[in-house]
């Protein structure tokens, strides 16, 4: 009799808690994260800040950036950091990952993480053919490592989650740069905890120049007319902390906060030339997935993907960039008066400003032709693997396994091309519209993208990439030929998901 009264509340429980659960899913805004999709996530105002969530601490739905933060910044331009190497074909950097504090809001001090500096780190640049050698000091008081997103490199130099630098340690790889110009950055990686240390402030730009884009002539004044931004979103408690304390909504849909920042400022300006301004925008943002216009609606170019040029710019009037995906953009502000401003916004939300001066600067033209791209051929590749992302909350899975730093998912040949099937179960709780879209990354290569669901990509999807969005119910195939050995990682790169398991391993071998 006492078991079956025991089974009967266990079963009473189960079925409220998943009701409560449900019901939280259904009205927490947890209906997708694809801009414009399912409930209320940012659907820019409406439902202000006593909506009908009701507000319990971790449902973030609407962004209140402006009432925020009223004043405006100079948006912080990172700076380049030394090569402390005179050889030209050689470049030596140091950085030291430490603890900082900023001043985000006004009279309130945010204790932050940061690479040389408080929050951030500085941009390291390199020359294709360059020797690279870059040591890694660890000041925190806990373990991290340092991965090169989007670099080519063997898997020892890589950072994944088995370089750990202990505290107190240095840690120093030396590759070279065998790839093209491109907007690469680096973050932490290490098992369970990449979410918190990029959330807190380490991450930067990887810059690569070759010989190719420098007799393009692109915009390219560092600060002037070539601009990094680096797009993330916070939430700060009333201490103006950085609260990564998960809760059930940001297990599911990743860490998502209220204010957006650029390079570590809220609501910042930055003034223009008068002419065409290159802006490399990098997603950096541990969930959000976000939706660029410019405020006026005008159109504006993307001449690169992750991994480098497009063959040729794609005139767009929207941008939908998912976390640690990045985009060159192009936008021409020549046809405004001196003092004339233009927003930068996410699905209609402004957060930065654009202010333009009377100054003319830069080309008169973008080049029509940038890099070449090559022809892709499928029957290159030497073998097809799937990869199949499903599951929500704390059981995010590929290929039905969660990671396991003794366990090889997958076992390449050195050199083989292969194409990769990517699909995203997405899990529809009511319709397909409640899925959540995945951005699938793989390490140590650069992707092209075949097909999506059997259509060619979008235009400004036809270059080099190396982290790809997944809708619910969507199948992409990639091909990559991997030229670098070691262990690497794929993984879904909200950070929450990976750090929940949502990652595997695997292995390129003679
Ligand atoms: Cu941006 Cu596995 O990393
Ligand atoms: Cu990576
Ligand atoms: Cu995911």
């Given at each position: 009799?006492?078991?079956?009264?025991?089974?009967?509340?266990i079963?009473i429980?189960?079925?409220?808690?998943?009701?409560?659960?449900?019901m939280?899913?259904?009205s927490?805004?947890?209906?997708?994260?694809?801009?414009g999709q399912?409930?209320?996530?940012?659907?820019?105002?409406?439902?202000g800040?006593?909506g009908?969530?009701?507000?319990?601490s971790?449902?973030v739905?609407?962004?209140?950036?402006?009432?925020?933060?009223g004043?405006?910044?100079?948006?912080?331009?990172?700076?380049?950091?030394?090569?402390?190497?005179?050889?030209?074909d050689?470049?030596?950097?140091?950085l030291v990952?430490?603890?900082?504090?900023?001043?985000?809001l006004k009279?309130?001090?945010?204790?932050t993480?940061g690479?040389?500096g408080?929050?951030?780190?500085p941009?390291?640049?390199?020359k294709?053919g360059?020797?690279?050698?870059?040591?890694?000091?660890?000041?925190?008081?806990?373990?991290?490592?340092?991965?090169?997103?989007?670099?080519?490199?063997?898997?020892?130099?890589?950072?994944?989650?088995?370089n750990?630098?202990?505290?107190?340690t240095?840690?120093?790889p030396q590759?070279k740069?065998e790839?093209?110009?491109?907007?690469?950055w680096?973050h932490?990686h290490?098992?369970h905890k990449?979410?918190?240390?990029?959330?807190?402030?380490l991450?930067?730009?990887f810059l690569i120049d070759d010989e190719e884009?420098?007799?393009?002539n692109l915009?390219d004044?560092?600060?002037?007319n070539?601009?990094?931004?680096?797009?993330?979103?916070?939430q700060?408690?009333e201490?103006?902390?950085?609260?990564?304390?998960?809760?059930?909504?940001?297990?599911?849909?990743?860490?998502?906060?209220?204010?957006i920042?650029v390079?570590?400022a809220?609501?910042?300006?930055?003034?223009?030339?008068?002419?065409?301004?290159?802006?490399?925008l990098?997603?950096?943002?541990?969930?959000?997935?976000?939706?660029?216009?410019?405020?006026?609606?005008?159109?504006?170019?993307?001449?690169g993907?992750?991994?480098?040029?497009?063959e040729?710019?794609?005139?767009l009037?929207?941008?939908?960039?998912?976390?640690?995906?990045?985009?060159?953009?192009?936008v021409?502000?020549?046809?405004?008066?001196?003092?004339?401003t233009i927003?930068?916004?996410?699905?209609g939300?402004p957060?930065?400003?654009?202010?333009?001066?009377?100054?003319?600067?830069g080309p008169?033209e973008?080049?029509?032709?940038?890099?070449?791209?090559?022809?892709?051929?499928?029957?290159?590749?030497?073998?097809?693997?799937?990869?199949?992302?499903?599951?929500?909350?704390?059981?995010?899975?590929?290929n039905g396994?969660?990671m396991d730093?003794?366990r090889?998912?997958e076992q390449?040949?050195?050199?083989?091309?292969?194409i990769?099937?990517?699909?995203?179960?997405g899990?529809?709780?009511?319709?397909?519209?409640m899925?959540?879209?995945?951005?699938?990354?793989?390490?140590?290569?650069?992707?092209?993208?075949?097909?999506r669901d059997?259509?060619?990509?979008?235009p400004?999807?036809?270059?080099?990439k190396?982290?790809?969005?997944?809708?619910?119910?969507?199948?992409?195939?990639v091909?990559?030929?991997?030229?670098h050995?070691g262990?690497?990682?794929y993984h879904?790169?909200i950070?929450e998901?990976e750090?929940?398991?949502?990652?595997g391993?695997f292995t390129?071998?003679?």
């Open positions: 009799m006492k078991k079956v009264a025991i089974a009967a509340i079963l429980v189960l079925v409220i808690g998943g009701g409560w659960f449900f939280r899913m259904m927490g805004g947890a209906g997708g994260n694809m801009p399912g409930g209320g996530m940012m659907n820019g105002g409406g439902m800040n006593g009908m969530m009701g507000g319990g971790d449902a739905e609407d962004m209140k950036n402006n009432s925020f933060s004043e405006e910044k100079p948006l912080p331009i990172p700076p380049i950091l030394e090569d402390e190497n005179p050889d030209p050689k470049a030596e950097f140091t990952s430490q603890k900082g504090s900023m001043e985000f009279g309130r001090s945010t204790d993480f690479y040389n408080d929050y951030l780190g941009v390291i640049r390199v294709k360059d020797d690279v050698s870059i040591k890694v000091k660890n000041e925190l008081d806990e373990a991290t490592t340092l991965h090169w997103h989007g670099l080519e490199v063997d898997g020892e130099d890589d950072g994944g989650p088995h750990g630098i202990q505290p107190g240095t840690w120093n590759f740069i790839q093209n110009a491109a907007t690469l680096y932490p290490l098992l990449t979410g918190e240390h990029v959330y807190k402030g991450a930067g730009l884009s420098e007799k393009l915009p004044e560092y600060g002037v070539d601009i990094p931004l680096i797009v993330q979103d916070k700060l408690d201490n103006g902390q950085f609260k990564y304390d998960l809760g059930m909504h940001d297990v599911m849909m990743g860490l998502q906060g209220d204010t920042m390079n570590g809220i609501n910042p300006y930055v003034e223009v030339p008068k002419g065409k301004v290159r802006f490399r990098l997603n950096g943002s541990n969930a959000r997935i976000y939706q660029f216009a410019l405020s006026n609606g005008q159109e504006f170019y993307q001449i993907t992750d991994g480098g040029l497009m040729e710019p794609v005139k009037s929207s941008l939908i960039l998912s976390s640690a995906e990045r985009a060159e953009l192009i021409d502000f020549s046809k405004y008066k001196e003092g004339e927003e930068l916004t996410d699905q939300m957060f930065m400003k654009f202010i333009v001066t009377g100054e003319e600067k008169k973008i080049p029509s032709q940038l890099a070449d791209i090559p022809e892709v051929d499928e029957s290159m590749a030497a073998n097809t693997r799937e990869f199949v992302m499903s599951g929500m909350g704390r059981n995010v899975t590929i396994k969660q730093m003794d090889i998912d390449l040949k050195l050199h083989d091309t292969e990769w099937e990517i699909t995203n179960e899990m529809g709780m009511m319709g397909n519209n899925g959540m879209a995945h951005p699938f990354h793989g390490h140590g290569t650069q992707f092209l993208i075949l097909d059997g259509n060619p990509p979008p400004n999807e036809r270059g080099w190396d982290t790809i969005l997944v809708s619910p119910g969507e199948k992409v195939r091909i990559a030929t991997f030229d050995k262990l690497f990682m879904c790169h950070l998901h750090d929940s398991g949502m990652m391993q390129v071998e003679e």
